[in-house]
């Protein structure tokens, strides 16, 4: 589970809820935005061992992408409707994942922990 702002936590921790309670082992890694990438890579060890990840971000969106071009598993994106100026509610960060050139990402619609966990879930217990 990786999470770029603090913000996007409670949407990251439904996910972590949903694939936690069928049964899956969960590492959070939260507040690893892109703004700040230094952050992320502290954990790209963690990130290699996953067999599948959960990518949450507001702002722009751009984690997942990020996310993908580090790993070789599949790569979960939950928009969040977090931000501000053209966010336009999580839409300008919906698109942002869906036009990710980096392959391996899926993307649930906007604020869908729900959605994402369980996808990781079934994804996790395949492996």
Same mark, same amino acid.
């Given at each position: 589970?990786?999470?770029?702002?603090?913000?996007?936590?409670?949407?990251?921790?439904?996910?972590?809820?949903?694939?936690?309670?069928?049964?899956?082992?969960?590492?959070?890694i939260?507040?690893? %935005?892109i *703004?700040?990438?230094?952050?992320? +890579? /502290?954990?790209?060890?963690?990130?290699l =061992?996953?067999?599948?990840i959960?990518?949450?971000?507001?702002?722009?969106?751009?984690l997942?992408?990020?996310?993908?071009?580090?790993?070789e598993?599949?790569?979960?994106?939950?928009?969040?409707?977090?931000?501000?100026?053209?966010?336009f509610? %999580?839409? *300008?960060?919906?698109?942002?994942? +869906? /036009?990710?050139?980096?392959?391996?990402? =899926?993307?649930?619609?906007?604020?869908?922990?729900?959605g994402?966990g369980?996808?990781?879930?079934?994804?996790?217990?395949?492996?």
């Amino acid at each position: 589970m990786v999470c770029a702002g603090t913000t996007d936590i409670p949407v990251a921790e439904e996910a972590a809820l949903t694939a936690y309670l069928m049964g899956n082992r969960i590492k959070k890694i939260y507040d690893v %935005g892109i *703004a700040g990438i230094h952050r992320l +890579l /502290n954990f790209k060890k963690d990130l290699l =061992c996953s067999n599948v990840i959960v990518a949450v971000a507001g702002m722009e969106g751009a984690l997942p992408g990020v996310v993908s071009s580090i790993v070789e598993c599949p790569v979960i994106g939950v928009p969040t409707s977090i931000g501000y100026g053209a966010s336009f509610g %999580g839409l *300008a960060q919906l698109l942002t994942m +869906l /036009n990710s050139c980096s392959p391996g990402i =899926c993307v649930v619609n906007i604020d869908n922990g729900f959605g994402a966990g369980y996808a990781a879930g079934l994804i996790n217990k395949k492996k």
